[in-house]
């Protein structure tokens, strides 16, 4: 008995120090900060752009890295992240970069719960958050829709739709009364139950490359309007 109360012991604080250890990067402000260290400066007239976001965003680059090869374009992605920890992460990962625009696409985790319960008005105030930073440090910002999710495999049940349609419409609004650009994937790729179908996702949230080639030009025209303004 007493050794099963040691093992027992044991095993929660060894539970609490892995758990207390991640509380300690919660932003996970550690993924990319060797990476920023050895970038180098921008040199004169190059038009860096990073990319922020979630796995959407640093799945592209895993599954289409050709859409990224030869261009000034930085990926700052991270898997399952919400808005709350990208925007820890935001100086850090975007505006030490010095980038001439940032294109952002978040909300997506934030309304699947993944670090807690989150009401749309809480997603856009983080978004702006971060444009705001970004339109501070002279950074173009491009806003992009959260793509369409019918239900999220990992959490089902939610039923996400209606939520991201609401979410969209407010970063819209947001653009068009600041001046950023909305970089709308939503209407693209949607489809008839106002989610993401196969053919773009496999699993209904994770664009495919097929879902990416729809996603490219799209970021391209953004990339350029942004750059011309």
Not at 112 to 138: C, F, V
Not at 148 to 172: C, F, H, Q, S, V
Not at 173 to 185: E, N, T
């Given at each position: 008995m007493k050794k099963f109360k040691t093992f027992m012991l044991a095993a929660l604080l060894s539970t609490f120090s892995a758990n207390y250890g991640n509380a300690q990067d919660w932003p996970n402000l550690a993924e990319f900060q060797e990476a920023n260290s050895t970038l180098e400066t921008p040199k004169e007239g190059e038009d860096r752009v990073v990319f922020m976001g979630n796995s959407i965003t640093i799945g592209w680059i895993n599954s289409r890295p050709e859409f990224f090869e030869g261009k000034p374009w930085v990926n700052r992605g991270i898997s399952g992240q919400t808005t709350p920890q990208m925007l820890v992460r935001?100086?850090?990962?975007?505006?030490?970069?010095?980038?001439?625009?940032?294109?952002?696409?978040?909300?997506?985790?934030?309304?699947?719960?993944?670090?807690?319960?989150?009401?749309?008005?809480?997603?856009?105030?983080?978004?702006?958050?971060?444009?705001?930073?970004?339109?501070?440090?002279?950074?173009?910002?491009?806003?992009?829709?959260?793509?369409?999710?019918?239900?999220?495999?990992?959490?089902?049940?939610?039923?996400?739709?209606?939520?991201?349609?609401?979410?969209?419409?407010?970063?819209?609004?947001?653009?068009?009364?600041?001046?950023?650009?909305?970089?709308?994937?939503?209407?693209?790729?949607?489809?008839?139950?106002?989610?993401?179908?196969?053919?773009?996702?496999?699993?209904?949230?994770?664009?495919?490359?097929?879902?990416?080639?729809?996603?490219?030009?799209?970021?391209?025209?953004a990339i350029s309007q942004a750059l011309q303004e």
């Open positions: 935001f100086r850090q990962d975007v505006i030490d970069l010095n980038p001439k625009v940032v294109v952002l696409l978040a909300g997506t985790n934030d309304i699947a719960g993944n670090t807690g319960p989150s009401t749309i008005p809480m997603i856009m105030d983080n978004i702006k958050g971060m444009a705001e930073m970004a339109q501070a440090n002279d950074i173009k910002v491009i806003l992009s829709s959260t793509l369409p999710a019918y239900d999220y495999p990992w959490r089902t049940g939610l039923e996400p739709a209606p939520k991201i349609i609401e979410l969209n419409k407010m970063i819209k609004a947001y653009c068009d009364a600041k001046g950023h650009i909305y970089l709308d994937y939503f209407t693209a790729m949607v489809d008839e139950r106002n989610g993401l179908p196969k053919k773009y996702a496999e699993d209904e949230v994770h664009p495919t490359v097929a879902g990416y080639k729809v996603m490219e030009p799209l970021a391209e025209a």
